[in-house]
Structures are given as structure tokens and as C-alpha cells.
């Protein structure tokens, strides 16, 4: 190449093509070294799903367990963590994998490229999310060519890296319905907006953090609040009702002819013990959520930040929500981004909160990113920080997000989930190399977490702060230099990569 054309090439204003290529052929190499458990038990419920449906089972669904592979953990897994909207989705997505496993009489945990494509939904709707961040990039007035770098720094992210390319983490599909939300709300489209909402609140109900604010700014009449609420929630209240009832009377159902055929009576069967059990799976769903968005006792100890007494995420959010019905004016669309950022960092900082989640945080900081050009070095910085930190925190606390057991899921022949190797998959990873190092300089690995913990907390509060609307000053006619802007996002990238590696520090330690 031409010292000219390199230089027409540094200083093109839009992404490369050969960016693209390395970003995504980047994750999906390291991608495939990776099975996080979670993936596999949620395809599995997938797969669960057109069983029930086919077989007249599907008001017992979350009773029902996957028989696909025999001698698996997934065999003697019954029910599910997750509301059923979640489930549908993944349901979708696999159903060529349900054929398959009719046609074949494999389990699509059998085979490496059969696992390599349960995790595509994921790739899916991460290309989704990136799309919707342009998109919304554009609405909020950032120039095309602009925009579609938002795209590119939400996928070559760390915390992308960390969630989607090694976790496989699916939160990233209520982030995309989120995000759709916002669209539909900064577009004026009613429908769009509640109806998005209302899927991604059933898909994981992070998204009532947002879906509350806005609609606060939106409406003050409290029986149109009340309305909207309503429309908001029925994504996940009416399978919720529909397993309550029909769940009931299935296994009631099922009894009496129990009953009937060993020569008792029907009426012998009581209802409402069998209604209570039926009951227990909407209570056990329920106790899921709550017990993960509302830490209590020691879980409160994983939190960035804390009370004693009260969880700090109903401070923070309780202050969010009166200020967003006070506020009587029509409020910027770039501070509503900044508004859904604030939201979600309070969210992220107050709770116990699982690695895979702070994917729904990202698309936020990355708009905020391009809304000002001219700080796009020292925003970086800020969002590096806070990025590595989390990586690293939670690598600390969550051993086997970064351990041999990733590789081994994905790679061993028995195809087959194992409690035993899981013990000894986690002796080998990150955590160890830390634990090491701190007994030879003095420091604890929980000191090495609260430093990490910090970078966090400051990393992420800085960003805000930096970029208050009216507060910061606006770039205006800013010229960027798209060269030095690769330089630095090069180093970002490389950095990712370094964290969609982690879990080869275990391989490594393993064969040494």
C-alpha cells in the first residue's frame, strides 16, 4: 500500500471494512473456545419447549426437564430461573436444533458445531444491539458516518468481550429490545415503545429502570401512568397467569384420572393442594428475580456500592423517578441517553450484580462517546477503567467466568456438564494467578477485588460526571483526527482481546 492510500485509509471518517473483519472475526474465534453452562441450559429449555408443546405438556413446562442428553445435569434440570417470554425466544432460535435432535437422536450438546450454534442467538442479537445504537446515534443528531462507529465500540468493548464473546451472556437480548424502546420513544412511535418495552421487561425486567423514567417524563396523568404500566408488564404477567392456572389444572386433571383408574373418585382430589404446587413455580420464578435484584445480607457484600439498612438501589432510583415527573419540559434527546446512562449505572452499582449483566450498560456509554467527539480520548480512558475494573472484579469473585471449565465445556468429548470437573476446571484461572501474587507481596485477593471495585465506581462516576449535560462543554465544529482516533481505539481493541483471552490463563497454567 501507497504512503498516500495508508494515509487516505487513517483518515477515512467511517469505519473500515478491515475494521469490521477484525473486530468480529476476533470474538467469534475466541468465541468458540468458550461454553458457559447457562447458554447450554437455557438452549436446552429451548429445545424443552416444542417437546412440551407437541406432547400437550406445555402448562408444565418449568416441571418438565431436558431428556435430550442422557447421563448430563441437564437431564435432572427441571424448570427454569426465567420468565417464560425469555424461554419463547430462545425456543425460536432453536428450533432447527429441536429437529435436528428428532431427525438425528443426538443432543445438540453431542457435537462441537452443534454447541457453537446455540450460542449464535447471542451473535444475533449482539449484530441487533450494535444496529440500534446507530440508530439511535442518528436520531440524536450524530452524523452517519459518525454514528456507525458507535456500532463498532460496543462490539469491541471489554465488557462486550467479557459478557458476550466468553459468558455468551443473553441479556443482550432484553438490551436489544430495550434499546428498540428508546428508538420508538425518541421517534414518537407510541407503539413501539410500550410494546418493546413490554418485551424486554419479560425478557429480563432490568429494563423497568428505564421504562419507569421515561415514562415519568413522558405522562403525568397517574391513570395514564397507570395504563401504560399495565401495557408495560403484560409480556410478563399473562404467561405468569397462564402457568398459574393451566399448570394447576393439568396436575389436577392428570390425579383424577390417576384416581379414577385405581377405582377412587374424582372428588377425592383436592384442588388446592395441587394448587399450591402448581403456585410454587410462579413463587420460585419470583424469589429469582428479586433475590437478584435486591440483595440482602451478605450477597449485599458483591455490590459496588452499598447500605447496611436499605438497599441503595431504591434510593437512587426513588430520586431518578421524582425528578423525572417534576421535570415539565420537554427534555433534550441526548439527555434522555444520558438519563437511561445514569439509570442503569445506578443500577449496576448498588446490587449484586452477575458479570453477564453490565452488557446492558454499554450501549449507553458508547452513545454518550459519540455525542462528544472531542473528547473521545479522555471519555475512552474513563470507560477503560471502568471497564477493566469490572473485568477484573468480577473475575476475582466469579472464578469460573475465567477458568479451564470454558474451554472444557466446549471442547471435551463426553458432552456432558460435570460438577466434579467444574471443581477442578476452577483451580485453574485467573483467580489462581491473583491468589499467587498476593501471597508473595501480601495482599489478599479481596483487597485485590476492592481495588478493582474502586476503579469501578471511580471510572464509571467521573464518566457521568464529565459528561453532565449543560455541565460539560460542547465540541461544536471539533475536526477529528480519524488517525490518532485508531491509534486509540486500537489500543481499546487490543485490550478486549487480552480480556476474551482470560480464560486461557488457565490452559496455560493447566499444561505447565
Known amino acids: 500500500m501507497s504512503k498516500e492510500k495508508w494515509k487516505a485509509y487513517l483518515n477515512k471518517k467511517a469505519p473500515h471494512k478491515t475494521e469490521w473483519v477484525l473486530v468480529i472475526l476476533a470474538g467469534m474465534i475466541l468465541g468458540s473456545l468458550y461454553l458457559y453452562n447457562d447458554i447450554a441450559f437455557t ?47 430462545f425456543a425460536l432460535y432453536n428450533f432447527p436444533t429441536w429437529i ?4 438425528t437422536g443426538f443432543s445438540f450438546m453431542q457435537f462441537i458445531a452443534s454447541r457453537e450454534y446455540i450460542k449464535g442467538i447471542v451473535w444475533v442479537f449482539s449484530g441487533i444491539c450494535a444496529y440500534l445504537i446507530y440508530k439511535l ?19 469491541s468493548s471489554a465488557i462486550f468481550f467479557y459478557t458476550e464473546v466468553i459468558m455468551s451472556g443473553y441479556d443482550v437480548i432484553s438490551a436489544s429490545f430495550t434499546l428498540l424502546g428508546i428508538y420508538g420513544y425518541l421517534k414518537k412511535n407510541n407503539k413501539c415503545f410500550v410494546i418493546s418495552f413490554s418485551l424486554a421487561i419479560a425478557m429480563k425486567m432490568f429494563a423497568v429502570w428505564i421504562f419507569i423514567p421515561l415514562l415519568l417524563l413522558k405522562e403525568k396523568r397517574i391513570w395514564r401512568i397507570l395504563v401504560y404500566g399495565v401495557e408495560g408488564l403484560a409480556a410478563l404477567v399473562v404467561p405468569k397467569i397462564y402457568f398459574a392456572v393451566a399448570s394447576h389444572r393439568y396436575i389436577v386433571n392428570l390425579m383424577i384420572e390417576y384416581t379414577v383408574a385405581a377405582g377412587g373418585k374424582a372428588e377425592e382430589v383436592q384442588d388446592s393442594s395441587y394448587g399450591n404446587a402448581a403456585n410454587g413455580i410462579i413463587d420460585h420464578a419470583e424469589a429469582v428475580v428479586n433475590n437478584a435484584l435486591f440483595p440482602t445480607g451478605k450477597e449485599a457484600e458483591y455490590t459496588f456500592l452499598t447500605m447496611d439498612t436499605l438497599p ?24 434522555i441517553i444520558y438519563l437511561c446512562a445514569v439509570s442503569m449505572s445506578t443500577f449496576i452499582l448498588t446490587v449484586k450484580l452477575h458479570p453477564q449483566w453490565s452488557i446492558i450498560l454499554v450501549p ?41 471449565n470454558l474451554i472444557e465445556y466446549m471442547t471435551m468429548p463426553q458432552h456432558t456438564f460435570s460438577y466434579a470437573l467444574e471443581e477442578g476446571g476452577s483451580a ?22 476492592f481495588l478493582f471495585k474502586a ?8 464518566f457521568l460526571i464529565w459528561n453532565y449535560p449543560g455541565r460539560a462543554k460542547e465540541d461544536g465544529d471539533f475536526k477529528v483526527d480519524f488517525a490518532k482516533r485508531r491509534q486509540w481505539l486500537l489500543v481499546r481493541f487490543g485490550i478486549s482481546c487480552l480480556v476474551g483471552m482470560l480464560p486461557m490463563v488457565g490452559l496455560i497454567q493447566y499444561l505447565a
Open 428 to 449: 485453574y484461572g485467573f483467580s489462581h494467578y491473583v491468589a499467587r501474587l498476593g501471597e508473595k507481596i501480601g495482599i489478599s485477593e479481596d483487597n485485590f477485588a
Open 137 to 155: 446515534a442518528e436520531v440524536c443528531d450524530v452524523e452517519k458516518e459518525e454514528a456507525k462507529w458507535g456500532a463498532l465500540l460496543f462490539l
Open 100 to 103: 435436528w435432535e428428532k431427525i
Open 312 to 335: 441503595l438501589v431504591f434510593v437512587g432510583m426513588f430520586a431518578i423517578w421524582i425528578f423525572c415527573y417534576l421535570y415539565k419540559r420537554e427534555m433534550e434527546k441526548r439527555q
Open 43 to 89: 438452549s436446552s429449555c429451548g429445545v424443552k419447549f416444542w417437546n412440551c408443546l407437541f406432547s400437550g405438556k406445555l402448562p408444565i413446562f418449568y416441571w418438565e426437564g431436558y431428556q435430550g442428553a442422557e447421563g448430563s445435569i441437564l437431564e435432572s434440570s427441571m424448570g427454569g430461573s426465567y420468565d417464560f417470554a425469555l424461554y419463547f425466544m
Open 364 to 404: 449507553y456509554l458508547v452513545l454518550i462517546i459519540l455525542f462528544h467527539p472531542g473528547r473521545m480520548k479522555e471519555n475512552l480512558i474513563l470507560e477503560s477503567v471502568f471497564s477493566l475494573g469490572f473485568v477484573l472484579n468480577k473475575a476475582i469473585f466469579y472464578k469460573w467466568t475465567c477458568n479451564l
Open 455 to 462: 476503579a469501578v465506581v471511580v471510572g464509571l462516576i467521573m
